[in-house]
């Protein structure tokens, strides 16, 4: 039993050791330091076309595993643009958050008003 044991274990570390190899050709093909994937749908509700943006050794260790690909300039591009605008939108919330509004009577804007055209 432990000579069948073993071998079992001697498999199971050639077949590791393999993963780990797809993974870093896959990596070492990979020209972005961050690409973009679209993730391929599966059995436990991953969702198809989804576009994330991810770190080299995480995209080829999604594509080895066959969760996602990589994106083509296409749709790389319009990823982009759409991040680049989502960060624009927020930067835009973030500013008017911060605007001050203060409420003047109309009697002390008509004296600010005639102080302002005296001077």
Known sequence: MSGLLARSFKEHIVDLRQYYQKIHDVQNQIP???????????????????????????AAKLIVDGLARLANEEEKALFQTLQAEAVRVAEQLAAASKLQITVVPTSELDQLRKAAATK
Do not use: I, N
């Open 32 to 58: 972005d330091d961050f690409p973009v994937v679209v993730s391929h749908e599966t059995p436990d509700g991953g969702k198809e076309g989804v576009k994330t943006e991810v770190t080299k050794p995480l």
